[in-house]
Nanobody
Framework: QVQVVESGGGLVQAGGSLRLSCAAS????????MGWFRQPPGKEREFVAS????????DYSVSVKGRFTISRDNAQNTMYLQMNSLKPEDTAVYYC????????????????WGQGTQVTVSS
């Protein structure tokens, strides 16, 4: 079992950058595939990015590819999401999630979820 906690959200102007962190508890963090999802106001939760257990395989949604970078540091039990060139449509609550097997693009692939961190991008 793993517990995850997001941090790093905030208010930023369009074109700016933020880095989200996801701190995980437990000694088996390196065994989990990890993902970032977001839920914009009034919309359903959507996939943002995923990374496999070693960090060697990543995937991104079309809307963030080329602007966001997912990474992980297994020694620090932490995953990151570097967000550059932010747009107002990136405004959402961002969630960190852990998958015991693989690292998919669907919320159902992930068993453990954080409480979320708010990212607001002003125009």
């Amino acid at each position: 079992q793993v517990q995850v906690v997001e941090s790093g959200g905030g208010l930023v102007q369009a074109g700016g950058s933020l880095r989200l962190s996801c701190a995980a508890s437990g000694r088996t963090f390196s065994m989990y595939g990890m993902g970032w999802f977001r839920q914009p106001p009034g919309k359903e939760r959507e996939f943002v990015a995923s990374i496999n257990w070693s960090g060697g395989d990543t995937d991104y949604s079309v809307s963030v590819k080329g602007r966001f970078t997912i990474s992980r540091d297994n020694a620090q039990n932490t995953m990151y999401l570097q967000m550059n060139s932010l747009k107002p449509e990136d405004t959402a609550v961002y969630y960190c999630a852990a998958a015991r097997y693989g690292s998919g693009t669907h919320a159902a692939d992930y068993r453990y979820w954080g409480q979320g961190t708010q990212v607001t991008v002003s125009s």
